[in-house]
């Protein structure tokens, strides 16, 4: 069954130092996607950026890149020059394409940006 | 401009009563979710709709019924079955998800906070 594990409870980070995010997954499927979503105290889930199983190269979205590593099935996601304003929870997710229905979270890290 | 509109966005329950949870899109999209989010925990599925007039249970779908007349709504109602029904609410949308095809993220609303007295 397909699973998303993130470790790290909390994490705290200076302002213009960048972070990483820990995300790992399990998947029988070859082909799946990977999510990241950013939830202010406010609620709402913001999509930050995706990967594919089959993407050559680790995506990128502004400050948010996705350290993606295949082969010891992780999903880092990086933010770097951190600002006060990405203080928040931060959810990596995953989709199968054989059960394109569903999208599975984990648990998620709350990050705290200090100046 | 085009979005996910979820209401109330805070709603007090007796025990005992049914509560219906609205979740209304205008992004076209063809299919819709809800999502029940616990503290310290990340979202569980509850129902998820592909097309309208059809739906199917998710993770956690006991105690809880939902509807899909219309393409744009999605209305999830918490019964007085389901027995922990306090918890934040996120509805969700997304385009048609075709077999490894796109990312298919979801667009999702403001949410609503449902406490039960």
């Known amino acids: 069954a397909q699973k998303i594990t993130q470790t790290q409870p909390g994490m705290f980070v200076q302002e213009k130092e960048a972070v990483t995010l820990d995300c790992t997954y399990d998947?029988?499927?070859?082909?799946?996607?990977l999510f990241w979503y950013k939830q202010p105290s406010s609620g709402e889930m913001i999509f930050l950026i995706y990967?594919?199983?089959?993407?050559?190269q680790n995506a990128t979205e502004g400050r948010y890149s996705l350290n993606f590593q295949k082969a010891r099935k992780s999903a880092n996601l990086v933010i770097s020059a951190s600002q006060l304003g990405d203080s928040a929870m931060y959810f990596c997710?995953?989709?199968?394409?054989?059960?394109?229905?569903?999208?599975?979270f984990g648990t998620g890290t709350r990050l705290q940006v200090f100046p | 401009d085009g979005g996910i509109t979820q209401s109330p966005k805070y709603l007090f329950r007796k025990e005992g009563q049914n509560v219906t949870l609205s979740c209304e899109q205008n992004?076209?999209?063809?299919?819709m979710y809800w999502y029940r989010q616990d503290p310290g925990q990340g979202l569980r599925l509850i129902y998820y709709?592909?097309?309208?007039?059809?739906?199917q249970k998710g993770d956690i779908a006991e105690g809880y019924s939902v509807s899909r007349e219309k393409k744009e709504s999605f209305p999830l109602t918490v019964t007085s079955a389901q027995k922990n029904p306090t918890a934040f609410y996120l509805c969700?949308?997304?385009?048609?998800?075709?077999?490894?095809?796109?990312?298919?993220?979801?667009?999702f609303g403001e949410g609503s906070r449902l406490t039960v007295l």
């Open positions: 969700a949308s997304s385009s048609a998800i075709r077999r490894g095809a796109g990312t298919g993220e979801l667009f």
């Open positions: 998947t029988s499927d070859p082909s799946y996607g």
């Open positions: 990967q594919g199983s089959y993407d050559q």
């Open positions: 997710a995953m989709r199968e394409a054989y059960n394109t229905d569903k999208l599975i």
């Open positions: 992004l076209n999209h063809d299919a």
């Open positions: 709709s592909q097309i309208v007039n059809d739906f």
